[in-house]
């Protein structure tokens, strides 16, 4: 029996439409929200789906529990989605109709302080999405060398300074070590050229992507969804960051992550994906205004053959 789901609390989720739309949702269907979160998208994708419908969410962060629908129709798997195919297995669903997954940080994980995601508020060193994790944003900062934290902030938050502000970073902890946001502001406001908030935005992301090994994990998930979903099921991913919508953008073109495909002595290559959007789609002006966060967004949507 379909129960309910609109009164239970989601963040405002990005291209929310747009996304689903993408999806082309049969009402029969399996679906996975391989990044469930506030629940956003998952209560659109139940919208659409009759009684024997299926919708498959995971997330690591013990929180979203809260979020889940009171739904017979919807399971909350409480895991990476870098493992997908062994969780779609164990709940009897080797093949899938669709996948989505939005790759940003939930709004609940950013406002709340002792998460330590956000510059503005005041909290532990964390940054940790799944809370079981070893690694925290304090280790990174802690252990890391000036050459390993240079490249962390250069290539995940395209710091400008990166150099800069690493050796600032490592000479800060020789004093203290870095254990609360306010401790690593102390540091990083030294040290700030350009816009704050921006500045601030750039460095926080790239220790949270570090930390979490998101790029790492986004790769073995797409390879994983290529190996699940059934032929002319879509896949609907939302980036936030140039590194993720590259890699998002080569699996969906080549079938892996470099510029140019892998290819045989005739020079072919095996095509996995037809493109739906032969470029990303991005938040309407109206959104941007709206949810600032909306603003880096970009959504791919391929399907496969």
């Not at 405002?12 to 399996?30: A, M, N, W």
């Not at 998460?115 to 994790?133: H, I, K, T, V, Y």
């Not at 879509?234 to 140019?260: P, W, Y």
Request: aromatic share 8%; glycine share 8%; net charge negative.
């Amino acid at each position: 029996m379909k129960k309910d789901t609109s009164d239970f609390s989601y963040h405002t989720s990005v291209l929310l439409h747009e996304s689903i739309d993408g999806l082309r949702i049969k009402p029969d269907g399996i679906y996975v929200d391989a990044t469930f979160g506030g629940g956003g998208h998952s209560r659109e994708i139940l919208k659409q789906l009759n009684e024997s419908g299926r919708l498959i969410g995971f997330d690591q962060d013990e929180d979203a529990k809260r979020n889940a629908p009171d739904d017979e129709r919807f399971t909350l798997v409480q895991a990476n989605f870098s493992e997908l195919k062994r969780f779609l297995r164990l709940h009897d669903a080797n093949l899938v109709d669709g996948i989505l997954a939005d790759l940003g940080v939930s709004s609940w994980q950013f406002d709340t302080a002792e998460r330590g995601f956000s510059f503005r508020f005041e909290g532990p060193l964390d940054m940790r999405m799944n809370r079981g994790a070893e690694k925290t944003a304090a280790d990174v900062l802690n252990e890391y060398s000036a050459e390993e934290l240079q490249k962390m902030l250069s290539e995940y938050g395209e710091v400008r300074n990166s150099k800069t502000l690493a050796v600032a970073i490592v000479d800060g902890r020789a004093q203290k070590e870095y254990e609360t946001i306010a401790d690593f502001l102390s540091v990083c406001e030294a040290n700030r050229i350009g816009e704050r908030h921006k500045y601030l935005a750039q460095v926080f992301q790239a220790v949270r992507m570090e930390v979490n090994e998101e790029l790492g994990v986004l790769r073995e998930f797409l390879l994983q969804s290529g190996k699940v979903l059934k032929s002319g099921g879509r896949l609907a991913v939302i980036t936030f960051h140039s590194l993720e919508d590259r890699l998002v953008k080569n699996f969906m073109k080549n079938g892996g992550f470099e510029d140019e495909p892998e290819k045989d002595f005739f020079g072919n290559f095996e095509k996995r994906f037809k493109l739906i959007t032969k470029k990303p789609m991005e938040a309407s002006d109206k959104e941007q205004k709206e949810n600032s966060r909306s603003r880096s967004a970009k959504l791919r949507v391929a399907e496969k053959i």
